[in-house]
C-alpha cells in the first residue's frame, strides 16, 4: 500500500495497543515509524530495474525478520519515554505496527515475499488496490480523533476506524471472489480455457474490477463493475509473443519476472528489434507499470543485454472519468477506456 496508509495503519494499530498506557501521541509517532520501517527497501539499488521489482518486499518484510526487529524497537521506545516497565507492551504495539504492515501489503496483487528465509514465493491475495481512500480514510480519522479527544472517547474513535477498515479488507476479499465466479463462467461460455485467471480491483475502488486470463499464446483482459449485474463480461484479446516466449523465454530476467508475476507476463518486440517483458498484473491496456526493454534481441539470446523499465502511463485526464462512469456501470467495450471487442 502507499506510504500514508501505512502510516496511517502503523499508527491506529500502536494506539489501539497501547490504550491509555501513555499518551496518545507517543504510540501514534512510533507506530508512524515502525509502519515506514518495512518500505525503506525501496532506496536499495540491486543492480537493475528487475531485480529492484522484484526483491521489493523482501527480507523488509518477512514475517520472521520483522518480529525480531520489534524487540529491540520496543525496548527503545519504552527507554526513550521512561516507561521500561512497560516494554512489553511497546514491544507488542510495534510488533502489531510492523506485521500489518506486512499483511496489508499481502492483500495487494504486487507480490509480499512473507515467508524468507524458508521461502521466497511472492504472496499476493490482489483484492485491494495499493491507493484505496475508502481503506485509509477511517484509519487517518480514528487516529486524528484519538490525538485530539482527550480520554478514552479518542480511544474509542482510533478501534472504529480500524474496524471499518478491516471490515473493508473483508469486503474487497468476498467482492474478489464473487467476480472471480463471475469471470470463470464467461471465460467457459467462450469457451477459453485459461491457465490462470486473475481478479483485482482497478485504481481507488473495489466496485469495479480487471480481469486477466492467460492461455499458452493469448491473454484476455475485461473489466467487470458490480453494477454491471447480469450484463455479459466482454473480453479484449492479446498476443503474448508465443513465438518470442519459445526463443527467448529461458533468459534469466525474463525468468525473474515469468515467476515473479506468477504468469502473468507477456514478451514483445518493437520496431527496433529491442526486446520487451511486461508485468501484466499492474496497469491495464495498453499502459502497464513494469514494463521493461531488454535491448536488442541478438543480445538478449547471447545471454546479455541491459534492462531499463519504460513506464507506460495513461492519459490521466482521459482516464479518471471514464473510470468513474465505468464503476457505476456506464460506458460501452470491455475496455476501461471504452475499447470495443477484439477478436477472438
Known sequence: MDSFTQIALGS??????????????????WGAAAGTLPDLDTF??????????VLHRAESHALLYLSLLSLPLGWLAARVHGQQLLWRRWWLALWLALITHTLLDWMTVYGTQLLRPFDDTPLGVGSIFI???????????????????????????NALGLALSTAYLAWSFAAQQYVAQVARTALAERGVNAERVLVTPT??????????AIT???????????ADGDRPLQWTTHERGADLIARY?????????????????????????????TDLRMGQEPAYTFHFDLGPAPAVAAGGGSVTQRWQRPDIA???P???????????????????????
Open 12 to 29: 491506529a494499530v500502536a494506539v489501539a495497543a497501547m490504550g491509555r498506557r501513555t499518551a496518545p501521541w507517543k504510540a501514534a509517532l
Open 44 to 53: 536499495i539499488d540491486h543492480g537493475d530495474a528487475i531485480a529492484n521489482m
Open 131 to 157: 491507493i484505496d481512500p475508502a481503506y485509509t480514510l477511517p484509519l487517518t480519522a480514528g487516529v486524528v480523533l484519538a490525538l485530539c479527544l482527550r480520554g478514552g472517547r479518542g480511544l474509542r474513535w
Open 203 to 212: 485504481p481507488f475502488n473495489t466496485v469495479l474490477w480487471r480481469v486477466v
Open 216 to 226: 499458452p499464446t493469448q491473454y484476455l483482459e475485461g473489466f467487470y463493475a458490480l
Open 249 to 277: 523465454g529461458q533468459h534469466p530476467q525474463i525468468r525473474r519476472i515469468a515467476d515473479f508475476s506468477r504468469g502473468f507476463w507477456r514478451l514483445s518486440q518493437d520496431e527496433r528489434g529491442h526486446l520487451f517483458v
Open 318 to 320: 482521459a482516464a479518471l
Open 322 to 344: 471514464s473510470l468513474w462512469r465505468r464503476m457505476w456501470g456506464h460506458g460501452g467495450g470491455s475496455g476501461l477506456f471504452g475499447a470495443a471487442d477484439a477478436p477472438g
